[in-house]
């Protein structure tokens, strides 16, 4: 290991020589804007060629430190009381999530919140159920008509025709009342699974959404609605999707070209291959 001797030159970081084009929405820069930036070497006592990869001195007692998320290198003065003698090893750093596994965790989430809606929804309808059961007509409309008003909004319909369900036509209200229990706790669980980017997760929410895909698509013979249309259209991109982009049932090469992806995109390597143009990983600094 050699040391890199601290230069009263000012040296511009990695990124800011050229203007470079990003024509695409970049997931990595609206998380640093969220989380903030993931830097390291700010505690770090000396800097070396070794770390250029990740910290670099930058002259007149700054460093520029590329933020492992998003590739921003951000221009710091040198800590007055570093707490460590040298940058942290690559083992004790980890790298957060980037390229095709962030922009998948994005849409996982916004999936996710559809199921939250849905669990919105089915609560209401359950509250809805129990107030029939005690003899709260009143309240059961009040409730019923505000978890429909809500479905309409997204056009999801998980508990559709629930009104006909309520009035009796389904059977006894507890079988109804244990149903939209049993479909509330699986739209919690996927819900969460999905958050988490789980592949337990991906598997209940592309079996539970292929089922619900069913009574949507009969009740387009009764009525074509446009919220019940938008519906079947939204649940069809996210089976689609789930199989196709995340591999689901070895689609695509399956779990291991998933792992082959998350690694490529996440690792070490990717931070080496992803360098500005005209960076080098280990600069000759005067
Ligand atoms: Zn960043």
Known sequence: MHSQAPTDDFVRPPG????????RLCFELLSCAWKGHVL??????????EDA?????????ARAHRCLRCDGWILLPAP???????????????LPTRGRPLKSRVVLRLIALT?????????LVLGGVVAVLANQTALRETLVVSAASLQEIIGGQTVGGLQSLLSGDAGPLWLVATGVLVLLLLETVEGIGL???TRWGQYLSTVLTTLLLVPQVLQLSSSASPGTIIGIVVNVAVVLYLLVSKRLFGLRGGLPA???EVEHDVSWDALARDLPPGSTATPALT
């Open 115 to 123: 199921r939250a809606f849905n669990v919105l929804v089915l609560l």
């Open 53 to 61: 990869l990740v910290v670099r001195n930058a002259g007149r007692g």
């Open 195 to 197: 958050w988490r980017a």
């Open 258 to 260: 998933e792992k082959a």
């Open 80 to 94: 007055t009381e570093p707490s460590r003698a040298t940058v942290a090893g690559r083992d004790e750093v980890v």
């Open 16 to 23: 800011t020589g050229t203007q470079q084009r990003r024509s």
């Open 40 to 49: 390291v070497g700010t505690d770090a006592a000396s800097v070396t060629a």
